[in-house]
């Protein structure tokens, strides 16, 4: 009776009826009272913003006024996610703070499977509202659309966000600079593969260390942390960059290319969550090289890093110094062995072993 239930509320393919379009419009995140022409509304095909207005916003938080930079950014969600409306804001949101910029709207593609019914994807957009609302973010607008060329639903976004020129963080690493890691690496992943067998996974790891992994998931914002620090220490920050598909190793490459600068980094010093380590050991990948949302490189003059370092660690996952950037290099080294381009994610790696195992 369920699936005949179920069968009846699947959708149509093509777009989105008007009627169900109407239901998710009533939930576009934040309510803005100042910087929006044009909303999200039926029949709408784009969205207008008064910038001049949105400057006073943005500069109210660095107080300044001079003329903010517009900082832009696409993302989706492809990998399996509990939460992938709130993961899809955090990861789009994250990327925009690597340059200092505040988050202002985005808009949405959500594209589903005939499978999907008119309640899940409501669900869908009422995660994606709270998540916004959380965080003061506008859906401007979007496209929803029922398609035979998926086989789940596959989420996108194109996030807007502000910086002031004076705030804004370059990626111009520095002879010298420390080179600070925050956040558990592997988070991300760690959640995505305990989520994949949370209940096969009670019994070979511990209620204790399933409820860790799924909790790593649920902390996976570095905004908040790196505005905090660009604030205070804004001169003395050369580079952010946050590590997603390929891991911190994967980011740390990505940080020094086309640099002219080196590192040797003590892997011993990046933060992995025992978790991790043990479901890395289980499933035979590198956590180092696992999708980690949630965990930052940031690279500043040696002479504040300390100071930075605490500020990270106040109220969020540990922060420490993993090495420096050095001219002399010209390479980059992890434990004195020299670091190749990042291949594939090892999520790939886990999720595919993770068959076998349970």
């Not at 009272?33 to 500069?59: F, H, R, S």
């Not at 916004?132 to 086989?151: D, P």
């Not at 949370?198 to 070979?204: A, E, I």
């Not at 505005?227 to 740390?252: R, Y």
């Amino acid at each position: 009776m369920e699936f005949l239930i179920k069968m009846k509320d699947q959708l149509s393919f093509g777009k989105i009826s008007l009627e169900i379009l109407s239901e998710l419009l009533n939930n576009c995140g934040y309510n803005r009272k100042a910087g929006i022409i044009q909303p999200a509304e039926l029949g709408a095909d784009v969205a207008v913003l008064d910038l001049q207005m949105i400057k006073d916003e943005i500069n109210s938080f660095y107080n300044t006024s001079s003329t903010p930079y517009l900082v832009y950014k696409a993302d989706p969600i492809t990998f399996p996610t509990p939460n992938p409306g709130r993961y899809l804001i955090v990861i789009n949101q994250n990327d925009l703070s690597t340059s200092g910029a505040i988050p202002f709207g985005l808009t949405v593609s959500i594209i589903v499977p005939q499978s999907t019914t008119k309640a899940e994807v409501l669900d869908i957009q009422k995660e994606l509202s709270e998540t916004c609302i959380e965080r003061k973010i506008t859906i401007l607008g979007g496209h929803t659309e029922v398609s035979e060329s998926c086989n789940k639903p596959i989420l996108s976004a194109s996030m807007l966000g502000f910086v002031p020129p004076e705030y804004y963080i370059p990626r111009l690493p520095k002879t010298g600079d420390a080179i600070i890691c925050s956040g558990w690496v592997g988070a991300e992943g760690t959640s995505i593969i305990i989520s994949e067998s949370s209940n096969k996974f009670k019994k070979r790891l511990g209620k204790n260390h399933v409820l860790s992994g799924m909790n790593l998931g649920e902390k996976l914002d570095i905004s908040n942390r790196v505005l905090t620090v660009n604030k205070k220490w804004h001169d003395a920050i050369h580079l952010v960059h946050d590590a997603t598909e390929g891991g911190i190793l994967g980011a740390l490459y990505e940080c020094f290319v086309n640099k002219k600068l080196g590192c040797n980094i003590e892997l011993s010093k990046i933060p992995l969550a025992p978790v991790t380590k043990i479901l890395s050991e289980m499933l035979d990948f590198n956590p180092y090289e696992l999708i980690s949302s949630g965990a930052f490189l940031l690279f500043c003059d040696k002479k504040y890093a300390l100071e930075i370092v605490a500020e990270l660690s106040k109220e969020g996952p540990p922060a420490t110094i993993i090495g420096y950037a050095r001219k002399e290099l010209d390479t980059i080294r992890v434990n004195n062995t020299n670091l190749h381009p990042p291949s594939s994610d090892q999520i790939i790696v886990a999720l595919n072993n993770l068959k076998n195992f349970l």
